[in-house]
């Protein structure tokens, strides 16, 4: 509980910020922005939102189905491969895409130079648009459904779907009518998952021109010089992102589908021209996801080649690399030691508290840091003075100057994943499992440590793999609260492209991509081991002395 | 699984006592900069005199919101920003204090600095209007009202209002044309725009060079960049716009500063005393001209050749507070024009 309570603090502290000004009743801010600008954030969060929706989930469902249920040419690499545009971060899409496709590129240009047209002659997709921030984010997002979406394939009964087969169902109807239905609750938890970082994303909506709530918080911040206003703002959004959830939880309660899965259905075969649709329906998304903007950062770190050379450019990669481990260890721990407490204890203040300090991960980054850094500054501040007045000594800004700062911002804005992976794990050791192993003479760490801890072993790796990825990416934060000469891939990158300086920030995204791929890779590997794992672990053995 | 525990809390310990270690000469730099436009210069002084440049770079608003939350205990020395109002706020805020340095006070002319010489700016970065030579007579252009002129119907590149530039050059327009008028431009320049106003200043310029649009504004010290650019088609983009310097027959071309202040509760002010004196010194000032394109704030120190090459100018004498003054009305009222 207390963990809960301290983990929801920075949320506590932006929604106590907007509350007091509401009560306070200083609106003229808010009243200004209602009547110019919100009703447009509104609609565009919106859009986006939905435009999203629909894009992770055909991406992601479809090639979740194709690579667990079907047999293709490339299916097997299709498996882990489709995992890779999470190491792309979403901004870093967003300047591949816009170098490659915007009308000074050279794409446009080539058109041009090939048909003698000048601008207007023709017509073109607007890369920096509303549609082309939908495309960005569904292709980096989708292998969050794709996850989980096939997690819950491969779990999914064999009895069911071969009572469907032998009732005489196709592929395509087994899929709509028994699959997806029961895949229900893991494609909305991963839906929830890519719409609650498409509300938190700022470097690709400001980058293309979309006007959002979250580009509104911050042109209130700087604009206006107003950071209650922000803060206000902030904590609408923080009312959305209590919808959202609502659903969610409200799609699962209503569909509670616990299965034995003892072997895995057996896959249908495609052949032929199905066979190479299905091929192209997984290549397409890996393709626009991650290899082609790889290729581009390539292309720009091959003109930037002295950037490897350089001693300091390997530091960004170290301290990027150390803050994510660190950083996804303790999220999970914590996520870990919440999710049991809401199994052991599920009072009402206890689920309510644990749900609010899982909402981090759908508020922008700079709001968290903004929440993290006002209390941890007066924390130091009574410190110092203890200090001062007992010892003499000024130990300095030991909180809100160093990297605790951060790994707290992390772990406010990152828990949610984590939460999400271990209570997904979780839900599936029905509580009839602890009976068997108590009746089998288990001790009650016995059970964690035989029964538990191999049954969420994959959980537990692939939340610390997400939240360390998400950290690798993740920007506004740690711009805010890093410490003296501290600089992380994602700072840099972001320093040279908020330049527009595409060029340069080449060799540090391409590098941020590098050192994510090694956890994605991990996951994939994981995610394939389990496959075989859940066989064999699924058995209790007897009690050894 | 303990070990994974033991060895992120050792890595976390060792993590924030290193971070936290001082050495003995030192002056800590908030900085809205980047770090590979100040870098440089830093390495430079601390050759020179041994002192040590902590630096932390990040945006303006987010580093002031640190400081003020820091408050007596604040690690940093001096806050650098690349624009007029958020000095302006820092001052209002609170968080810096008188310099000291008559050397520094004297180098700078006086509208440069802020109430009460709370800050001085370092340099200075002029934000002109771009033409398209082959399409555009400059005879055609006066001054920024043309940007809402109809002639420029469907033809005027600019970015978004949430740039501060475009912010600080609205505040100035309040000031001299007052809020009405100025409104009134506002709708102007939203209605001829050719594009939605995406992209930074550089694709603005280059949107201008493929004929997206006829006029342009963005600051000058990009087309610095592009002109020196390894990639020849941004070369070549930069050599199909010209500059035209607005406004020379009254209130002179819009500039904002990049600009520093000593904050309240500064451990090293001495250090940092002679770290301004060092990037007003007329060497610094000859670099930044160099290598970043701008220009110098100190009277007497030579322009690039770039920089004469784009012309001598009269530049805009307003007070640099009024830019921190204006600043929210100028947001307000580009959120009633419409300008994104």
Redesign the interface.
């Known amino acids: 509980m207390a963990t809960a309570v301290l983990l929801g603090l920075p949320l506590f502290v932006v929604a106590y910020a907007a509350l007091q000004l509401l009560l306070s009743g200083d609106h003229s801010t808010l009243s ?2 209602w009547q ?2 919100v009703p447009e954030y509104i609609r565009n969060s919106l859009i986006l939102l939905a435009g999203v929706a629909i894009g992770v989930m055909t991406l992601g469902v479809s090639t979740a189905w194709l690579t667990t249920c079907c047999r293709f040419p490339g299916q097997r690499y299709f498996q882990w491969a489709l995992l890779l545009p999470l190491a792309m971060p979403a901004y870093i899409t967003a300047y591949t895409y ?1 170098g490659m496709l ?3 590129g050279p794409l446009q ?1 080539a058109i ?1 130079d090939f048909t003698g047209w ?3 002659d023709y017509w073109f997709p ?1 890369i ?2 509303i549609a082309g921030a939908v495309m960005v984010l569904s292709l980096v997002l989708f292998p969050y459904v794709y996850l989980i979406t096939r997690a819950a394939f491969l779990q999914q009964s064999t009895a069911t779907m071969e009572a469907g087969r032998s009732l005489g169902l196709t592929p395509w109807q087994s899929f709509w009518r028994l699959a997806l239905p029961l895949a229900r609750p893991a494609m909305v938890t991963g839906t929830t998952l890519a719409l609650m970082e498409t509300l938190a994303d700022y470097g690709t909506v ?1 980058y ?2 979309v ?1 959002t709530f979250t ?1 509104g918080i ?2 209130t ?7 209650q206003g922000a803060l206000q703002l902030a904590a609408m959004l923080l009312v959305a992102v209590i919808a959202l959830i609502m659903i969610e939880r409200w799609s699962r309660q209503n569909a509670r589908y616990e299965q034995s899965s003892q072997r895995q259905a057996q896959p249908f075969q495609l052949t032929g021209s199905k066979a190479w649709l299905a091929t192209a329906a997984c290549a397409l998304p890996l393709t626009l996801g991650f290899i082609l903007p790889a290729l581009q950062l390539a292309a720009w770190s091959l ?1 930037r080649w002295q950037v490897w050379t350089q001693p300091d450019f390997w530091g960004l990669a170290f301290n990027s690399l ?1 803050l994510a ?2 950083a996804a ?2 999220t999970v ?1 914590l996520a870990l030691w919440l999710a049991y407490g809401k199994r052991q204890f599920p009072t009402r203040p206890i689920r309510a508290t644990v749900s609010f300090a899982g909402m981090g991960y759908a508020i922008p980054g ?1 709001v968290i ?2 929440g993290v ?2 209390p941890l ?2 924390l ?2 009574g410190l ?1 003075a203890v200090a001062k007045s007992w010892f003499n000594w000024n130990p ?3 909180f ?5 700062a951060l ?1 707290f911002a992390y772990t406010v804005r990152f828990l949610s994943v984590s939460l999400q992976t271990v209570s997904a794990g979780l839900a599936q050791i029905r509580p009839s499992m602890d009976e068997s192993a108590q009746i089998l003479g288990y001790q009650p760490p016995q059970v964690l440590r035989k029964v538990h801890f191999p049954l969420l072993r994959t959980s537990i790796l692939t939340a610390i793999i997400l939240v360390g990825v998400d950290v690798l990416k993740e920007l506004p934060a740690t ?9 992380t891939l994602a ?2 990158a972001y ?2 492209a ?4 595409l ?2 920030a080449g060799p540090p995204a391409l590098m941020m991509v590098m050192v994510g791929l090694i956890p994605v890779i991990l996951l994939s590997r994981a995610m394939l081991a389990s496959q075989h794992v859940v066989l064999k672990e699924h058995e209790l053995g007897p009690v050894t002395p | 699984m303990m070990k ?2 033991t060895l ?1 809390i050792a ?2 310990s060792a ?2 006592f290193t ?2 270690s001082f050495a003995a000469e030192t002056v ?1 730099l908030y900085s809205a900069r ?4 100040i870098k440089p210069m830093l390495d430079d002084f601390t050759k020179q005199t041994g002192i040590e440049v ?10 002031l ?2 400081l003020q ?5 604040t ?1 940093a020395d001096l806050f650098l920003t690349v624009d007029a ?1 958020n000095l302006h ?1 820092a001052a209002q805020a609170g968080v810096f204090q008188e310099l000291g340095s008559p050397l520094a006070l004297q180098a700078v002319p006086s509208q440069y600095h802020g109430d009460g010489n709370l800050w001085l700016g370092l340099s200075l970065r002029a934000r002109p209007i771009f033409y398209a030579p082959d399409r555009v007579n400059p005879e055609q252009l006066s001054g920024y009202a043309d940007l809402a002129d109809n002639r420029w119907d469907n033809n005027v590149c600019i970015r ?3 740039n ?1 530039y475009n ?1 600080s050059l609205t505040a100035a327009l309040i000031q001299h044309w007052g809020e009405e008028k100025t409104e009134e431009w506002a709708r102007g320049l939203v209605d001829n725009l050719a ?9 603005q310029i ?2 201008l ?4 649009c006829d006029i342009a504004v963005a600051n000058t010290y ?1 087309l610095g ?1 592009m002109e020196a650019s ?2 020849a ?1 941004e070369r070549e ?1 930069a050599s199909k716009v010209k500059i035209f310097w607005p406004n020379q027959d009254d209130q002179g071309t819009h500039v904002n500063v990049s600009g520093i202040g000593l904050t309240k509760h500064a451990k090293n002010a001495d250090n940092a005393r002679r770290l301004v004196e060092f990037l007003l010194s007329p060497e610094a000032q000859q670099w930044y001209a160099e290598a970043n394109n701008e220009y110098p704030i100190r009277r007497g120190v030579d322009w690039s050749d770039r920089l004469m090459n784009w012309g001598e100018f009269k530049m805009d004498s307003l007070p640099m507070r009024h830019l921190g003054e204006n ?2 009305d100028a ?2 009222l580009m ?2 024009a419409g300008w ?1």
Do not use: C
Not at chain 2, 195 to 203: Q, S
């Open positions: 200004h922005l110019t600008v816009t915007d009308f000074s240009s041009r000048g601008y207007g607007q920096r648009s400001q293309f021109g006007t580009t911050f042109r911040w700087y604009g206006l010089g107003d950071l003109d150390m481990f660190i260890i303790i721990l700079i840091a903004v850094m006002l500054a007066a130091d501040a110092i300095g800004l030991l809100s100057g160093t990297l605790v790994l711009l805010v609260l890093r410490p003296f000469d501290f600089n700072v840099r320093e040279m908020g330049d527009e300086r060029a340069d | 994974f525990v992120s890595a976390l993590a924030i971070l936290n800590n980047k770090e590979a436009l902590r630096l932390l770079t990040g945006g303006g608003d987010a580093l919101t640190r939350a820091e408050g007596e205990n690690p109002g706020r978004s209002s949430d501060i912010q594009k939605p106003p995406v992209g930074g200043d550089r694709d280059k949107a060079a493929n004929g997206v990009y960049v390894d990639d088609a983009a600043n929210a947001v307000r959120n009633r994104r």
